[in-house]
T-cell receptor
């Protein structure tokens, strides 16, 4: 089974530019999550898709961040315009929907974003 | 306000020793507590998890101890090995809400 794939692995952009991160979840995983880790702090929740619908986007920092999930498959996270504080590692994770609710997350390797 | 507090930030242990990482939570709605292990260049991977209806769960050298009344849980790594050197994250999940809340992570170094 292929894992969660994220692209790019590292992106360096200047303040004010736009960056789009992509995540390909494990096939058949309805749940897709975006998380961010900034400067050695906690892995912080951004949003949760169930298939193509946004289930919870309470963690999105502001309207400079836009996430989409086309046809319930891959997802993109766009930051426009990027600010210095957006630097960090963006993780995507996917899971099946478990009856127990204890959805086990499978993470991608992350996309490191550096905003100069 | 951080909902899951993890300590220590870093830990150095000799090979064969016991590594202990502690976490505390506030939200009593949390009902599933996984630990993730992350190696450099990789994403976090599920290591072991526990539900609050048990006080301990053991898988090989890894044990979770859970204290529901204190709202604390910990990861114990027995006979620590250099290959255990990684960053460990505790997490807490409200299975009704569906999202996991993570601690800050602990960087473990096991010296040969």
């Amino acid at each position: 089974e292929a894992g969660v794939t994220q692209f790019p692995s590292h992106s360096v952009i200047e303040k004010g530019q736009t960056v789009t991160l992509r995540c390909d979840p494990i096939s058949g995983h309805d749940n897709l999550y975006w998380y961010r880790r900034v400067m050695g702090k906690e892995i912080k929740f951004l949003l949760h898709f169930v298939k193509e619908s946004k289930q919870d986007e309470s963690g999105m920092p502001n309207n400079r961040f836009l996430a989409e999930r086309t046809g319930g498959t891959y997802s993109t996270l766009k930051v426009q315009p990027a600010e210095l504080e957006d630097s960090g590692v963006y993780f995507c994770a996917s899971s099946r929907t478990e009856y127990s609710g204890a959805n086990v997350l499978t993470f991608g390797a992350g996309s490191r974003l550096t905003v100069l | 306000q951080q909902q899951v507090k993890q300590s220590p930030q870093s830990l150095i242990v000799q090979k064969g020793g016991i590594s202990i990482i502690n976490c505390a939570y506030e939200n009593t709605a949390f009902d599933y507590f996984p630990w993730y292990q992350q190696f450099p260049g990789k994403g976090p991977a599920l290591l072991i998890a526990i539900r609050p209806d048990v006080s301990e769960k053991k898988e090989g050298r890894f044990t979770i101890s859970f204290n529901k009344s204190a709202k604390q849980f910990s990861l114990h790594i027995m006979d620590s090995q250099p290959g255990d050197s990684a960053t460990y994250f505790c997490a807490a999940l409200d299975t009704n809400a569906g999202k996991s809340t993570f601690g800050d992570g602990t960087t473990l170094t096991v010296k040969p």
